[in-house]
């Protein structure tokens, strides 16, 4: 099977390792807008030639969506319109734009709307691990829509990059994606303004990070390239979250002031609770 | 070297180990409130023996305060009023309200306030690990109200363990501490809040959490009669940061209800300035 990977980023580019170590695609062709990105894909031996778009949706069974998630949406109908027999699935976070960008498109069938949740903070092709999926959840949304073969080649690859397949609506998919990991990306980016406006001292800040900091802040390292979008296009859900954070902290601010450390205790052992769910 | 450590959790517990692997101590001498604790710290080998704090201070030339924060400032007085010539250090995350609680003791001398900035989500003695200091930064404050020759001997013991000596005064350490560490932990504990009270389904919690939840949310799993205590006793920092935090996060808010997706990239940007202070 040829596949090709359009985005040689993190995501891409570590679905490249995983097709490659699990023997699912005999070759791999590469499509990036960044010149960098390319030549970086080919010396870390990501994929086995770059090409451009246009040309590569002739030469392979299946192509990837990697880019981020506006530029899922935007390609989308494209590819679709240039598609025969083949196979398109995208690996974006959000689900709902990206399935209403080719909803009425004659097409539509040959797409499989796919969130393979794993990822690091870190992007671009040098960001690109091996068992980055491993273990981990897919959701594959509005699985109806798509054709029936198209549906088990791309789960054929998930289960066989080692992950766990889950079937969802892509509204309601977009909805648990921004309560658990989209506010986390929020509330971390949040913590690394919040430290940097009030701390003046980058050496303060770094002898700090051993008691939590480090790994609180880890996703603000996140590319805005990659994130902006998926809160742009996860909006509403993602409002809905951030002002119950909001309120939350709001709430503890209210409790410090009032010195009800009762009423904190009580939110802490409340907040505790995730040890049973994250061992 | 005889050594006591009162309070035989996280911290106490990997001093123990710590003194121990690097020859520090010859005998060490555990005290806790809890029975299960002191049978705990015996099984583990944290502690050659377990006594009362009145038998322990005649028997040892080194007492280590361990306790929560609380606890420090309420025992560091009647420990004063017991030792001769012992040395007495803390390794409570505040500085001011302990040093305060000894300021006009005859034997304040005697006492160095210390700051070991490392630690885990995890509590008790069974969270004791053998290398928590190693290469971490401990900050000594008011070093000049102790007498020399107690503060030689905590210095020996830090370095001792392998960490690097920092010298801030008392209410600095208390600020730095606020803007960095204990924000960040009031940060972790809200978000838990918030995705439990969002978020109905912990099965959808359990598979986000490779989203970049699971990291971001370590510090709720933090004890409450650690973190409480260290609310109440830095709470004018604390709020001074927290009132930023909800600021930042705020601001956030109004960019996305705008759809100002330029403002989330300049602040997303600004964020990203953490990957150079922490690789």
Chains 1, 2 share one sequence.
């Not at 969130?115 to 091996?130: I, N, Q």
């Not at 008691?211 to 880890?218: A, D, E, K, L, Q």
Request: charged share 25%; aromatic share 4%.
């Amino acid at each position: 099977m040829n596949v090709a990977i359009i985005g040689l980023g993190l995501i891409g580019g570590s679905m490249a390792r995983s097709l490659k170590a699990h023997q699912l695609a005999e070759s791999i062709i590469g499509v990036d807008q960044s010149e960098t990105h390319r030549q970086r894909a080919l010396e870390l031996g990501l994929v086995d030639a770059v090409d451009t778009l246009e040309n590569v949706i002739r030469e392979v069974e299946v192509i990837v969506l990697a880019t981020p998630v506006d530029g899922i949406g935007r390609l989308l109908p494209d590819v679709l319109d240039r598609v025969d027999r083949q196979v398109i699935f995208d690996v974006g976070s959000t689900k709902s734009e990206i399935v209403k960008a080719c909803a009425n498109h004659p097409k539509r069938g040959r797409f499989v709307a796919c969130h393979p949740m794993a990822g690091t903070e870190f992007s671009g092709p040098d960001a690109a691990v091996l068992n980055l999926f491993e273990g981990k959840y897919c959701v594959i949304c509005d699985a109806e829509k798509s054709d029936r073969d198209a549906l088990e080649c791309v789960e054929k690859i998930f289960t066989g990059i080692g992950m766990h397949l889950l079937h969802q609506d892509a509204e309601v998919h977009d909805m648990h994606a921004a309560y658990v990991s989209h506010v986390s990306h929020v509330s971390s980016i949040a913590l690394a303004l919040t430290v940097l406006n009030k701390e003046k001292s980058e050496e303060e800040i770094f002898r700090l990070a051993s008691g939590g900091f480090r790994s609180t802040v880890r996703l603000a390292k996140s590319n805005p390239k990659t994130w902006v979008p998926i809160f742009r296009q996860n909006r509403a859900p993602l409002l809905d979250v951030l002002d119950e954070h909001i309120t939350v902290l709001s709430s503890f601010r209210t409790a410090l002031i009032k010195g009800d450390f009762g009423a904190i205790d009580q939110m802490m052992t409340k907040a505790n609770k995730i040890k049973s769910i994250l061992k």
